[in-house]
């Protein structure tokens, strides 16, 4: 079992910045690839970021390139989700997911926190 736990979340205005993290407790952090996800009020869940677990390849929705960096330290077993230039768009719960391989799938994530709200003013 991998217990997740998301913070960070908040209220920011439009061009602000937020760093989501994500805690990891139980099985080995380091061999699971770690993703983010996103829903807003009325919306399926999306994929917004993943990352290896090495550390070493990224991936990112085309919605978020440029503007969001997924990174993951496993010595602290966090992972994180650097979000700039934030956009009232981008409004949502955010979640993160442990799997084995970092797809943009939701089915490929065996493991989820219980997510963190940020909201972005206009």
């Known amino acids: 079992q991998v217990q997740l736990v998301e913070s960070g979340g908040g209220l920011v205005q439009a061009g602000g910045s937020l760093r989501l993290s994500c805690a990891a407790s139980g099985r080995t952090f380091n061999n699971y690839a770690m993703g983010w996800f996103r829903q807003a009020p009325g919306k399926e869940r999306e994929f917004v970021a993943a990352?290896?677990?090495?550390?070493?390849?990224?991936y990112y929705a085309n919605s978020v390139k440029g503007q969001f960096t997924i990174s993951k330290d496993n010595a602290k077993n966090t992972v994180y989700l650097q979000m700039n230039s934030l956009k009232p768009e981008d409004t949502a719960v955010y979640y993160c997911a442990a799997g084995v391989s970092p797809t943009t799938g939701l089915n490929g994530y065996d493991y989820w926190g219980q997510g963190t709200q940020v909201t972005v003013s206009s």
């Open positions: 990352i290896r677990w090495s550390g070493r390849s990224t």
